[in-house]
């Protein structure tokens, strides 16, 4: 895996870890979010931040899952000791620099290929994290500050449904089965929702734009 397919690796990575977050909450019991979270850390360090390292440890098959285990570990003690906030804000620092990492690789190097375009994709759903993150933080440091959420203290309990909030909210879907009710909560989703706007807007286009120009000058030359 090197940067002209780690994003390929990636886009089906992040599909599956949404999708195990939602499996995890639907079948099993909330504690399992902690080993989701934990894949979801070491997904990232293995398809973004390693993509450069020739030894890079993560790299080696037996030392994934031992990885996953205590990144897990650590998360649960932290958890347990009461630091869910402070786990969580090392978690959103992880993600808002993985992101700038990927947006890195994918604006500012090379021409633009389909491996940049599913980067593109990648970075959207990254954003999508990150601001379910932030709602998690919120809601646990002001109780009440989104309807229709749960008064669980524990992260891992809403951390699922913010993710489905989030994406939701950076679509413009707005369902409204969850809403925001405090002022701060009120401005962190309609920002969200204009950066998402503005992102498939601005970023995406001109991403799929360069490539068709770079697949038309490539024609016009042969």
């Known amino acids: 895996m090197d940067e002209r397919d780690n994003f390929v690796y990636l886009t089906f990575a992040l599909i599956l870890l949404l999708l195990g977050t939602a499996a995890a909450q639907q079948f099993f019991d909330d504690s399992m979010q902690r080993l989701m979270q ?11 931040w390693g993509v450069k390292s020739e030894q890079f440890i993560l790299r080696k098959t037996f030392i994934f899952p031992l990885a996953i285990f205590f990144v897990a570990i650590f998360s649960n003690w932290l958890g347990n000791a009461g630091f869910d906030q402070f786990y969580l804000l090392l978690l959103l620092s992880f993600f808002i620099s993985t992101s700038i990492k990927t947006a890195k690789q994918v604006l500012f ?6 491996n940049k375009i599913l980067g ?31 008064t669980s203290s524990d992260w891992y309990s809403l951390f699922p449904n913010f993710v489905y909030f989030s994406f939701v909210t ?39 734009g360069s490539r068709m120009s770079n697949i038309t000058k490539t024609q016009q030359n042969t």
């Open 120 to 150: 593109a994709i990648c970075l959207y759903l990254l954003m999508g994290l990150i601001w379910a993150i932030i709602y998690t933080l919120l809601q646990l440091t002001f109780p009440g500050s989104f309807l229709a959420m749960q």
């Open 109 to 114: 190097t090379g021409i633009i290929d389909g």
């Open 170 to 208: 950076i679509t413009t879907l707005g369902f409204g089965d969850i809403a925001p009710t405090l002022p701060v909560a009120k401005f962190l989703v309609y920002f969200e929702a204009i950066f998402g706007q503005f992102y498939l807007a601005i970023l995406v286009a001109s991403l799929v």
């Open 38 to 48: 934990s894949t979801t850390v070491i997904t990232l360090l293995v398809a973004v």
